[in-house]
């Protein structure tokens, strides 16, 4: 069975940083994509960005509104996929979904709990 | 900017058919992917590129994809049907996710 737990969520003032991971089983992480996806309070979908395999590069691509602000890792000897946020800013405020990513058909087919972070003064 | 638009809300009778759409520019030429979310639950794939069921989804749920829309069909609707749906689509340079619907079974 698929597992993606996400931790590392929390309250963060404006301007300061925070780490997600999320750790994966049941399935060869090492050969997965991954990807966050996020929803503000009582919004839509928004993807964040992704990173592709060991073997890719660790190539990684993200949103418009997250460039240059967030970062994605991951460590396959750990079964795990991180997304520091730096900068952080209010309109950052989300539930942050952890999800694996279909390579060139880039669909989500598997997604955590959520973890939420809430950036507020 | 690629844009997805989606009907606000969508009602059904209890054992009817309903219809949720997604328009956007020659929606046709892309693959288009579903996604079901129950309240305080996280989304789950319930139809990819553009027609496919995973494992685990009912055989009620099917899709169409064509010229500038793309159509989820839940048949013979239940209570347990209820949720937010969202299509999604990868752009070329960004996913793309429409801005929801929400289905009420009456």
């Known amino acids: 069975e698929v597992q993606l737990v996400e931790s590392g969520g929390g309250l963060v003032k404006p301007g300061e940083s925070l780490r997600l991971s999320c750790a994966a089983s049941?399935?060869?992480?090492?050969?997965?994509?991954m990807s966050w996806v996020r929803q503000a309070p009582g919004k839509g979908l928004e993807w964040v960005g992704r990173?592709?395999?060991?073997?890719?590069?660790?190539?990684?691509e993200f949103a418009a509104p997250v460039k240059g602000r967030f970062t994605i890792s991951r460590d396959d000897s750990k079964n795990t996929v991180y997304l520091q946020m730096n900068n952080l800013k209010t309109e950052d405020t989300a539930v942050y979904y952890c999800?694996?990513?279909?390579?060139?058909?880039?669909?989500?087919?598997?997604w955590g709990q959520g973890a939420l972070v809430t950036v507020s003064s | 900017s690629y844009d997805l638009t989606q009907t606000f809300s969508v009602s059904v009778a209890l054992g009817q058919t309903a219809k949720i759409t997604c328009v956007g520019n020659?929606?046709?030429?892309?693959?288009v992917h579903w996604y079901q979310q129950k309240p305080g639950q996280a989304p789950v794939l319930v139809i990819y590129?553009?027609?496919k069921r995973p494992s685990g989804i009912p055989e009620r749920y099917s899709a169409s994809n064509s010229g500038n829309t793309a159509t989820l069909t839940i048949s013979r609707a239940q209570a347990g049907d209820e949720a937010d749906f969202y299509c999604q689509v990868w752009d070329g340079s960004t996913v793309v996710f429409g801005g929801g619907t929400k289905l009420t079974v009456l």
């Open positions: 990173i592709k395999l060991k073997t890719d590069g660790e190539t990684t």
């Open positions: 049941g399935f060869t992480f090492s050969n997965a994509w």
């Open positions: 020659n929606i046709g030429g892309k693959h």
């Open positions: 590129r553009d027609t």
């Open positions: 999800t694996t990513d279909t390579p060139f058909l880039y669909f989500f087919d598997f």
